[in-house]
């Protein structure tokens, strides 16, 4: 049973950062691509960024391009999301995912592609 967790999340004031980190148990990680999306009870889970396998590919949602930051090391099996800037209204459950793949440069922008997800973290971002 392949387990995600990602850690990092908390309170954070609007103009301040946060950085999550998602793990994976049986080295998982390092042959998916990995997508992080947010969740909060009013809306529906959305793509926040993905990063392909090899790390060569990356996409991000328009609202957080230029703020956000996905990275990767294949070598500790760990995919991080630094946050800057954060707005109140990003205040939600952020979840891993993984999609297993041979392809080294393939991701995926929809919650379908994925085949593991975390519990998630939650970022609360005060006014």
């Known amino acids: 049973q392949v387990q995600l967790a990602e850690s990092g999340g908390g309170l954070v004031q609007a103009g301040g950062s946060l950085s999550l980190s998602c793990a994976a148990s049986g080295r998982t990680l390092s042959r998916s691509a990995v997508g992080w999306f947010r969740q909060t009870p009013r809306m529906e889970r959305e793509i926040v960024t993905a990063i392909s396998r090899s790390g060569v590919n990356t996409y991000y949602a328009d609202s957080v391009k230029g703020r956000f930051t996905v990275s990767r090391d294949n070598a500790k099996d760990t995919v991080q999301l630094q946050m800057n800037s954060l707005k109140p209204e990003e205040t939600a459950v952020y979840l891993c995912?993984?999609?297993?793949?041979?392809?080294?440069?393939?991701?995926?922008?929809?919650?379908?592609?994925?085949?593991?997800w975390g519990q998630g973290t939650q970022v609360t971002v005060s006014s």
């Open positions: 995912a993984a999609g297993v793949t041979n392809l080294q440069t393939a991701l995926g922008k929809s919650a379908a592609y994925y085949d593991y």
